[in-house]
């Protein structure tokens, strides 16, 4: 009932003001942001991969207005990958990004996210690493999958995200399984209308698990994005069906969110990769959390008014 709330929410200037001026926010954000700036990111990724993690690393941001603001974003990533170069992790610290935030809904848009992302995607293979694109709200996808597929011409590591919710997704899972891809399947974090997306949590799970199935038995590289048990039990079950070897597939979820099953799953001899986002314009990832699990709305909101 309340998430479809939280998302037109989370879209909305008023309430980016009203919470991010709330006397409890900095303290739930950092919750799921570690930091607002790359210096305080990086212990964050020695840390992780000091206890057998991977990451993949988000700059927050998105529905970018002006092209100045596209430029800074990809000069944001440049200067992560900048600090990469020196830790030598390679694809344990890998990147997440969105291309709202390089330019995609602007005039001009597909191309300019392209002229933008590019120069990143460059920059991550010259260290070593790779990139993958998030997938954001349904509008968005085409273009998104068109990039990706314009960007695996040249980086053919380059990875992109599904979101199971929506009706399109099987098909698209089937497109990327036989081309190679690097995929992550996860729920879906957007407010969806029913023309195009399940709205039932059971229809979406079930789609979750056919789609899983499709990526396990096709040509790519699998990561499962979820924190949810049922699924990722299942994942191992289907793994192992499809021969698929423990490096052949792996795990993703988001910092701050069931951090003791990312250690069990790295222990038991899984790849393990920590969404890790940091930066300053962090109000829509983080509307985004506090839909996932009304109970964070509870602690957001206990946190507000005990200040
Ligand atoms: P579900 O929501 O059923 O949660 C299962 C359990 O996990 C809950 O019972 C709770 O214990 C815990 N949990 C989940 N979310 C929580 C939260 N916010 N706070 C506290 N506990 C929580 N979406 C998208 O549209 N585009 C994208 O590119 C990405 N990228 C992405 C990367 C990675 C690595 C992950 C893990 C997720 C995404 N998502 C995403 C978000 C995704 O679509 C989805 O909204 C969340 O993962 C929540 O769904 P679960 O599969 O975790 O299941």
């Known amino acids: 009932m309340l998430a479809p709330v939280i998302l037109a929410a989370s879209r ?30 990086v ?4 840390d992780a991969v000091a206890k057998g993690l991977e990451v993949t690393l988000d700059v927050v941001g998105e529905d970018i207005t002006t092209p100045e603001q596209a430029a ?42 392209l002229a933008n992302v590019r120069p990143v995607v460059e920059a991550a ?7 993958t694109l998030d997938a954001e709200d349904h509008t968005t996808l085409d273009s998104m999958f068109a990039i990706h597929d314009e960007l695996r011409k040249d980086f053919p590591q380059t990875g992109c995200v599904i979101q199971a919710y929506l009706f399109r997704t099987e098909d ?38 056919r789609i899983l199935k499709i990526l396990m038995h096709g040509e790519g590289y699998p990561m499962i994005g979820s924190h949810d048990p049922r699924l990722i039990a299942i994942s191992q079950e289907l793994a192992r069906r499809a021969g698929r070897k423990l490096d052949e597939y792996e795990f993703q979820m988001l910092y701050g ?8 799953l790295a222990a038991e001899g899984h790849r393990m990769r920590v969404y890790t986002a940091y930066g300053t314009d962090w109000y829509g990832y983080f509307m985004r ?19």
């Not at 293979?125 to 990139?131: D, E, F, H, P």
């Not at 959390?289 to 200040?307: Q, V």
């Open 12 to 41: 909305s200037d008023k309430m980016r003001r009203f919470v991010s001026a709330a006397p409890g926010t900095k303290q739930v954000v950092e919750r799921f942001i570690p930091g607002e700036t790359v210096d305080q990111v």
């Open 43 to 46: 212990p964050v990724v020695e």
């Open 72 to 113: 800074a974003a990809r000069d944001a990533y440049l200067d992560l990958i900048a600090h990469l170069k020196g830790l030598g992790l390679g694809t344990k610290a890998e990147m997440s990004v969105k291309l709202s935030m390089f330019g995609q809904a602007l005039a001009g848009g597909h191309e300019l996210a």
């Open 125 to 131: 293979a010259a260290i070593g690493t790779t990139v």
């Open 172 to 209: 698209d899972a089937r497109r990327l399984a036989a081309n190679g891809s690097r995929v992550r399947i996860v729920k879906g974090a957007y407010k969806e209308p029913a023309e195009v997306a399940y709205q039932d949590k059971g229809e979406i799970d079930k789609a979750y698990v």
């Open 257 to 264: 969110i069931r951090s003791e099953e990312h250690v069990r």
């Open 289 to 307: 959390r506090l839909a996932e699990k009304p109970a964070n709305l509870l602690f957001f909101a206990r946190s507000t008014i005990t200040k």
